[in-house]
């Protein structure tokens, strides 16, 4: 049996680390995006890592996925979370200190900062899509193609066209 590393690294998860945590079948949401932080079956914070896992009635489960995701997916209610207020923006949440939107919004700050990415300090995020855009599209990509290589979607890619060059 196959056993999978846990989730990539955020400082604004809150899922347990030591494991993979399931994100539930995309039926109301879109498919999360790679690096997105969302909340998983067990209803906490954790980053949709590159590859998602096949979690249908019936399919081996490998070793190493978080035991509350996988009580969800087969059924089961997940873990109550003792209730708090967020430091930032005082909502009622069960993610402790920050609510999950304001855990959301800081780690899109952090992502792109992380050890190991390419660093694009945020005020210049914009200008910096801008130019990989464009460049994608001299190369003759089409909208729907560029969006999937910038992790955003089509309207962003149309927009962030429209703004190169205006600056
Ligand atoms: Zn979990
Ligand atoms: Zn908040």
């Known amino acids: 049996m196959t056993t999978v590393a846990p989730n990539p690294h955020s400082p604004y998860a809150n899922a347990n680390p030591e494991y993979r ?5 995309p039926i ?4 999360p995006n790679p690096g997105v932080l969302a909340p998983a079956a067990c209803e906490l914070m954790a980053v949709v890592p590159a590859d998602l896992i096949e979690t249908e009635p ?3 489960l490998p070793d190493g996925l978080c035991p509350d995701c ?25 993610h402790g200190a920050l609510c ?3 855990r959301q919004e800081k780690h899109d700050e952090w992502w792109p ?20 855009a464009a460049e994608f599209a001299a190369e003759g990509r089409s909208h729907a193609e560029i969006a999937v290589a ?14 190169d060059g205006a600056e």
């Open 21 to 25: 945590h399931i994100f539930p079948s």
């Open 28 to 31: 109301f949401f879109p498919t």
């Open 58 to 60: 019936g399919a081996a």
């Open 70 to 94: 996988v009580a969800v997916m087969q059924g089961g209610a997940p873990p109550k979370h003792p209730s708090s207020r967020c430091g930032e923006c005082d909502a009622a949440t069960w």
């Open 100 to 102: 999950a939107l304001c």
């Open 113 to 132: 900062t992380r050890e190991g990415s390419s660093f694009v300090k945020p005020a210049d995020r914009p200008a910096e899509w801008a130019r990989m």
């Open 150 to 163: 910038l992790c955003v979607d089509e309207s962003t890619v149309a927009r962030l066209l429209a703004s």
